[in-house]
């Protein structure tokens, strides 16, 4: 079966041998060799999140991981009387405003969203705003690298603001661990989360979080925790070097090699590679004159993972005509999602991703574009693209 190349922002392409690591025998997952395994992934894992944290490994995907989080710390008001906290959403794309749907399900009256239009840069002063007219804040959520848009959201100056308000800081790094950096504690992070079908390589279906002693604190005074996804009981099995309930084993397998192939690779030159990646993209998109979606102020940045560019193009050409051209040239790139749709298209960076499939990406791109007249001639975007992606070696 001839592989498409997938240029979304995760499933992302999974190399042979981690993808070879899920084909072998089962084994017990209360002995001592998954203990091993197990023990492995998670330090390794906190390496990649440079944290002295606690960190575990959850069968479920990104969401999986958020709604975790969301649903240890805020105590369920289930209707009845006022939960007594409030969680400040911070949100400017469809991934921040997961949290605030998942938060407004454990206490509607928890939540007080610091909100700004998809695409739009976070306004320090008005999240600051939110945080100091909320009486009890105690949670704050943000993405690190909205899929949706685009963007590199101030992780650090809104970890300042949680610490300053003892607030519990909530960072959805589900894009950006593994391909950016990330150093968890120094941001002031109290959870983070990756996904595992992401920047690390590997299949979906799990993901990671790490935990805070502040907000393990926080999950105790809090008896309406979920059961499966009770962090608590993590934190009792890990002692175990256990899950509390099976662990998608092959699943498992693949991130241990996934991990092993970061190692080899280093995450340094992994960052750097990722910088490389998108930084071609972005080059090549100007270049051909496209125009890139976020509109971004100096604490935003441009994902180093996953490129929104603008729709229409010159003639409008349109989503289908773009996308459908590269997919039946075996390239997949994502489309803008929800209010996005038909407005941006979007081509992800992350993961074992190499130059040479940033390039042929760019080279459909530029052919789609010429068969539907939006360009002249070819090879501009992917001259562009190999000028960045030669600074690689
Ligand atoms: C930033 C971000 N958060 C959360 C999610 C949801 O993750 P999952 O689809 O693994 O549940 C995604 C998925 O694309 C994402 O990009």
Redesign the pocket.
């Known amino acids: 079966m001839e592989e498409e190349l997938l240029m979304i922002?995760?499933p992302v392409p999974v190399i042979p041998r981690i993808r070879e690591a899920m084909s072998r025998p089962m084994i017990h997952h209360r002995g001592d060799e998954f203990a091993e395994i197990y023990e492995g992934i998670v330090e390794n894992l906190k390496n990649i999140f440079q944290t002295k944290n606690d960190l575990f490994v959850l069968s479920g995907?990104?969401?999986?991981a958020?709604e975790a989080a969301i649903g240890n710390l805020i105590q369920r008001s289930n209707g009845r009387g006022r939960t007594e906290m409030a969680c400040i959403t911070v949100t400017n794309g469809k991934?921040g405003e997961?949290f605030k749907e998942i938060a407004e399900r454990y206490g509607e009256d928890a939540v007080t969203p610091a909100h700004f239009e998809w695409g739009q840069p976070i306004e320090l002063e008005r999240v600051k705003e939110a945080v100091e007219n909320s009486p009890r804040p105690k949670v704050i959520t943000m993405?690190h690298?909205?899929?949706?848009t685009g963007i590199l959201n101030p992780a650090k100056d809104v970890g300042n603001l949680a610490k300053k308000h003892d607030a519990v800081f909530v960072l959805?790094c589900?894009?950006s661990i593994g391909g950016d950096e990330v150093p968890v504690d120094q941001l002031g992070v109290d959870i983070a989360i990756v996904?595992s079908?992401?920047c690390l390589g590997t299949p979906?279906g799990l993901?990671a979080i790490s935990i805070s002693d502040k907000a393990l604190d926080l999950m105790r005074e809090n008896p309406s925790r979920p059961f499966y996804m009770d962090l608590l009981a993590y934190k009792k099995s890990l002692e175990k070097r256990q899950t509390p309930y099976t662990p998608a084993l092959p699943l498992f397998f693949a991130l241990r090699e996934a991990l092993e192939v970061i190692s080899e690779e280093g995450m340094e030159r992994r960052i750097k590679r990722h910088r490389i990646l998108s930084k071609a993209v972005r080059a090549a998109a100007t270049r051909l004159g496209l125009s890139l979606f976020p509109k971004l102020n100096e604490v935003s940045a441009y994902s180093n993972t996953v490129t929104a560019i603008n729709l229409p193009l010159a003639n409008g050409i349109t989503d289908e005509q773009l996308r459908g051209g590269m997919r039946k040239r075996g390239v997949i790139v994502a489309g803008g999602q929800e209010k996005l749709k038909g407005k941006i298209f979007r081509i992800a960076t992350m993961g074992n991703i190499t130059g040479r499939e940033v390039l042929r990406t760019i080279e459909v791109l530029e052919e789609v574009l010429l068969e539907n007249k939006v360009i002249e001639e070819e090879g501009i975007g992917s001259g562009e693209a190999k000028k960045v992606l030669s600074t690689m070696l």
Do not use: A, H, L, Y
């Open positions: 922002p995760g995907s990104g969401t999986c958020m991934f997961r993405v690298n909205e899929t949706s959805d589900i894009t996904g079908q992401k979906p993901s």
